[in-house]
């Protein structure tokens, strides 16, 4: 009788649950990352030139992004040699003291500097905790999937991990609104620090829950943390798939984040700014609904056809509506055609949500095996984070050096150079990335055992050492790979075939 047959039938919300509370912590990411566009429009008119004249308009928007680049790396590392689960409790810690912070942000002496100067260090060390959400909750999320229903599993993952982040996004653009119905145009002080402060719920809800999770099954039977890491082995395997996902990352992350934190500046170019900042706040809102539909649709769009497809698919279609849109930003960007330009705008955000944003995640998880998922996905999502960090500065520059954001065509340039990264991505990604299954985390874990088999690696010391059978001062004892008898290895196989 197989191990699997031992194990009591769980209900499908039992099933589902781990998936939920691993994953659904990246909400923090997509709102702390989009409230920040729409606290930086009420800093520049509450203080004017004060600010918009100073580094911190572009510091404040920006700089969680540095933060979130070191807390992917150091939580990558942390979730694959300690656990997934210390991971995940830190990262909500954090999320929730800093969030608190950026709030409270106060100068000394009630000097604007000094709160400008509070604001961005709080917002760095909030990205840290942004970041961890990424190795340690996504790839926890993707590993709980494996005991759901074949044929769903992609759609669950996706809609816990980057639907969380859009549907963040959508809140974080309609919750300043709310704020800002009921405290008015005269107390914009009360309005942004309410919105930041909001962003403290998310991760406190599932505080608790995360506290109780078990270490997702796939973990404990093939991680690495109690042996020593073969890098150059692992190096040798992974490298290039690596280079290519991080390299795709880079690109959809250097044109959706710059987009989306200036959305509601572009809006508010567009619709003037002699007018109050509820039309292009309710404009905000409804373009950042655009991420909804793209990203649902794709998470079944991926388990029907597979994530590689729907990515190419998406990528080709976006960068075909970038075109046309820069060739009639003109007609487009004007108050009387506004709506027509959220609705063009809009698909060309929903169509990258379908493509990269949905499927990218799910190559940079279950591509790699569970050993040394939680560094490839950091690292990965790290490269991503670092072309949004870049697409913050570049945007500006492309703007002012095509023209300058008083003209159509240094408005348009960023929609050029966009759309055709979109279609050089597409390339990349149907020529260079694997096809990924239902079995996927299973079936890389099997062919990484088999690899470092061949390789000479001693794979019985993988697990944690309670599944091993073994006592702590056997896990550096010899063992061949391939003998039938080895407990350790007729455990995996038990399971995971």
Not at 109 to 127: C, E, H, I, K, Q
Not at 305 to 321: D, F, W
Not at 382 to 403: D, E, R
Request: proline fraction near 3%; include cysteine.
């Amino acid at each position: 009788m197989s191990e699997s047959a031992t194990v009591p039938r769980r209900s499908k919300w039992e099933v589902l649950m781990p998936v939920i509370v691993c994953g659904s912590g990246l909400f923090s990411d997509g709102y702390l990352n989009g409230v920040i566009g729409t606290v930086n429009t009420l800093l520049g008119r509450i203080y004017g030139d004060e600010y918009k004249q100073s580094h911190a308009q572009s510091n404040v928007s920006s700089i969680a992004f540095a933060g979130t680049i070191i807390g992917m790396l150091v939580f990558g590392w942390i979730s694959d040699n300690c656990s997934r689960k210390i991971g995940m409790v830190a990262s909500t810690v954090i999320l929730i003291v800093f969030a608190s912070l950026c709030a409270g942000a106060y100068g000394a002496g009630g000097s604007v500097g000094g709160l400008l100067a509070a604001l961005t260090a709080y917002r760095f060390l909030l990205g840290i905790g942004i970041g961890g959400e990424y190795p340690a909750g996504s790839v926890a999320c993707s590993e709980a999937t494996s005991n759901l229903k074949s044929g769903t599993r992609n759609r669950w993952f996706i809609i816990f991990t980057n639907v969380m982040i859009d549907f963040g996004f959508v809140v974080s653009a309609f919750a300043p609104l709310c704020v800002l119905w009921i405290f008015g145009m005269n107390r914009l002080n009360v309005v942004w620090r309410v919105s930041l402060a909001l962003g403290v719920i998310p991760p406190l809800s599932i505080m608790y829950l995360r506290t109780k999770l078990k270490e997702p099954e796939q973990f404990q039977k093939e991680t690495m943390k109690d042996t020593k890491m073969p890098w150059v082995l692992v190096l040798k395997y992974y490298w290039y798939r690596l280079f290519i996902v991080s390299v795709i990352w880079f690109i959809y992350d250097f044109s959706a984040y710059s987009f989306g934190i200036y959305g509601s500046s572009i809006l508010d170019i567009i619709l003037g700014q002699e007018q109050s900042l509820y039309k292009p706040f309710g404009w905000n809102v409804v373009l950042n609904l655009f991420y909804i539909p793209g990203a649902i649709a794709g998470s079944f769009i991926s388990d029907w056809i597979g994530p590689k497809r729907t990515m190419v698919i998406g990528l080709v279609a976006q960068g075909c509506v970038g075109l046309i849109m820069a060739g009639c930003y003109g007609k487009l960007a004007t108050p009387e055609h506004v709506a027509a330009f959220v609705v063009v705008y809009g698909v060309f955000l929903t169509l990258g949500e379908l493509g990269v944003g949905d499927n990218i995640g799910l190559f940079a998880s279950k591509s790699s095996a569970t050993a040394i998922r939680g560094q490839f996905y950091g690292i990965a999502a790290a490269i991503g984070k670092i072309g949004a960090f870049v697409g913050t500065y570049v945007f500006p520059i492309i703007i002012k050096n095509a023209g300058g954001s008083g003209t159509i065509r240094g408005n348009q340039a960023p929609f050029w150079v966009s759309s055709s990264l979109c279609l050089f991505s597409a390339l990349l990604a149907w020529f260079q990335l694997p096809n990924i299954g239902q079995e996927a985390v299973t079936e890389e874990d099997l062919e990484f055992r088999n690899y470092l088999a061949a390789n000479g690696f001693d794979t019985s010391q993988m697990g944690v050492k309670e599944l091993r059978g073994e006592r702590p001062d056997d896990a550096n004892s010899a063992g061949s790979t391939t003998d039938p008898s080895d407990k350790g290895e007729e455990k995996f196989v038990s399971v995971a075939m």
